[in-house]
C-alpha cells in the first residue's frame, strides 16, 4: 500500500513538470515575438524621431528666411514712405494728401499710371485727371465733339480748339462766339492756383494772302495766341504770370494739308495746362 502510494506520487509530480515546461515554452516564445516586437517599435520610432527632427530644422530655416524677408520688406516699405512723403524738392506731402492722391489714381487709366515712375509723374496724373474732369464737365457742354478736344499728354493737359470756334478766316481777333467757351476755360484756370497756362496758334500751310495784315503763318499764329492770352487776361482776370504765348505756324499739323478738311483741322489753338510742382500740393490736398 505504501509503495503504491508513492509510485503514484512519482506520477503525478512527473506529469506536473511536463505540464510547466509546456507554459514555460509558450511564455518563452511570447517573450521573444514581445522582445522583437519593441525593438522594431523602438527602431521605428528612432526613424520616426529623426524625420521630425529634419522637418523641424527646415520649419526653422524657413522662419529664418521668412522673418529676414519681412525685416527687408519693412526696410523697404520705410524707404518708400520716405519717398513718398516728400517731392524731389523737399516738399512734405501729408498722409491726408497721399489719401487724397491714391483715391484720385484709383480712377486715372491704368495705362496712363503706369508710365509714372517717380512721385511728381503721380501727382501730375492726379491734377491732370481732376483737371480734365473738370474740363469735361464744365466746356464740353454744346461744343461738337470735332470743334475741341481734352487729352493728358505727358501728364499735362491739352485742350485743342477748332479755329473756327475763335476766329474768323485769316483773322486773329477773337470771335463772340467764343466768349463762352474762353470764360468756362478761364473759370477752371483761376480755380486752380497751382497751374500755368500755355497758348498755342497753330495754322494750315497755305500762304498768307498778298497785302494781308499779316506777314505769315508765323505771325498769324502768335498773333492768334497772343489775342487769346489778352482776351483771358483782361476779360476773364486771369493772373499773366500764369499765362505762357506761342506760335508754332504751320509745323505741327495734325493731318497732312492735302485736302480742304484737313487744313481745317490743322487750324487750330491748343492751350495746355501746365501743372506747378512747387505750389500743387495744396490743391491736391484740396480736391474732394
Known sequence: MK??????????????????KKKYVALQSEYDNTKVTLTKTKVEKEELE?????????????NTKINSLKDINNE????????????????????????RMAATLANVDQAELSKAKTLEDSMNLALSHNLKRNLDRDVIEDIENDDISIDIDETVVMISISDKLLFKSGSYRVNKEANALLKRIAD???????????VEGHTDDQSVKPGAYVKDN???SVERSTAIIRELQNTYQVDPAKLIAAGRSSY??????DSKENRSINRRTR????????KFLALIASNE
Open 3 to 20: 509503495k503504491t502510494f508513492i509510485i503514484i506520487a512519482i506520477t503525478s509530480l512527473s506529469l506536473a513538470s511536463c505540464v510547466s
Open 50 to 62: 529623426s524625420k521630425y527632427g529634419a522637418i523641424q530644422a527646415r520649419v526653422e530655416e524657413y
Open 76 to 99: 523697404l516699405t520705410v524707404a518708400n514712405d520716405q519717398k513718398l512723403d516728400r517731392t524731389s524738392n523737399g516738399a512734405v506731402i501729408s498722409n491726408d494728401v497721399k489719401k
Open 188 to 198: 477752371v484756370v483761376n480755380s486752380e492756383p497751382a497751374i500755368e497756362v500755355m
Open 218 to 220: 508765323w505771325e498769324l
Open 252 to 257: 505741327m499739323p495734325i493731318v497732312p494739308n
Open 271 to 278: 492751350i495746355i495746362i501746365l501743372p506747378n510742382l512747387d
